[in-house]
């Protein structure tokens, strides 16, 4: 930086200064040259990187395509053993069912009044009717028909029958008999269940 003292004369006393550097000379940038080693190292770094990357893809693919092919397998052998096993299936269902049936109807669990109502609406006659139950249920019944005598219990014959057992019930008509025995509805629905899709 030249060291020359700079002389300006003013017209009046001036009252304040400021002194402001001359800014430096800003060159102009040198041209960057490309080491054409270093361009071939770029490329090379960038095709392997491609390369890695294709690698990669292609691996994920195969591991895709073996997940799905072995949860195709999977299900298909789901339903094979599902398949195979049907009928287990269905006779531990209905044992299941009898179970906990048997439990509530030893426990007194049970509508006997519904149970009959169902297997008259299955009847093919509407009149002389004889209703066969067990004994302990027939008290039930016939109180219900004492109560209810304008209902359809009123009309009813029921007779106590030791073999038939509690929660069942067995409807005489003229055209033919109704029975209405849980064994007979667990077997029904096991054999729906063995067909069952």
Request: glycine share 2%; with cysteine; hydrophobic share 40%.
């Given at each position: 930086?030249?060291?020359?003292?700079l002389t300006i004369?003013?017209?009046?006393?001036?009252?304040?200064?400021?002194?402001?550097?001359?800014?430096?000379?800003?060159?102009?940038?040198?041209?960057?040259?490309?080491?054409?080693?270093?361009?071939?190292?770029?490329?090379?770094d960038a095709s392997?990187?491609?390369?890695?990357?294709?690698?990669?893809?292609?691996?994920?693919?195969?591991?895709?395509?073996?997940?799905?092919?072995?949860?195709?397998?999977?299900?298909?052998?789901?339903?094979?053993?599902?398949?195979?096993?049907?009928?287990?299936?269905?006779?531990?269902?209905?044992?299941?069912?009898?179970?906990?049936?048997?439990?509530?109807?030893?426990?007194?669990?049970?509508?006997?009044?519904?149970?009959?109502?169902?297997?008259?609406?299955?009847?093919?006659?509407?009149?002389?009717?004889?209703?066969?139950?067990?004994?302990?249920?027939?008290?039930?019944?016939?109180?219900?028909?004492?109560?209810?005598?304008?209902?359809?219990?009123?009309?009813?014959?029921?007779?106590?029958?030791?073999?038939?057992?509690?929660?069942?019930?067995?409807?005489e008509t003229p055209?033919?008999?109704?029975?209405?025995?849980?064994?007979?509805?667990?077997?029904?629905?096991?054999?729906?269940?063995?067909?069952?899709?």
């Open positions: 930086m030249p060291t020359d003292t004369r003013l017209p009046r006393p001036a009252t304040r200064f400021h002194v402001v550097e001359e800014p430096l000379c800003a060159s102009a940038p040198e041209p960057v040259e490309i080491d054409r080693e270093q361009s071939d190292r770029a490329q090379a392997r990187l491609s390369e890695t990357l294709r690698q990669q893809h292609e691996t994920l693919s195969q591991l895709v395509a073996t997940v799905n092919a072995l949860a195709a397998r999977l299900n298909d052998l789901h339903q094979q053993t599902v398949a195979h096993h049907r009928s287990d299936i269905a006779k531990l269902a209905v044992e299941i069912a009898r179970k906990i049936l048997t439990q509530r109807i030893d426990q007194g669990e049970y509508d006997i009044q519904t149970i009959v109502e169902e297997a008259l609406k299955r009847a093919p006659a509407r009149q002389n009717l004889v209703v066969h139950l067990h004994p302990e249920d027939l008290a039930t019944c016939q109180q219900f028909q004492q109560e209810n005598p304008d209902s359809q219990f009123a009309e009813l014959d029921l007779i106590a029958d030791w073999s038939v057992a509690q929660a069942d019930c067995l409807v055209k033919g008999i109704v029975k209405s025995f849980v064994e007979e509805h667990l077997a029904r629905i096991g054999e729906a269940l063995e067909k069952a899709q």
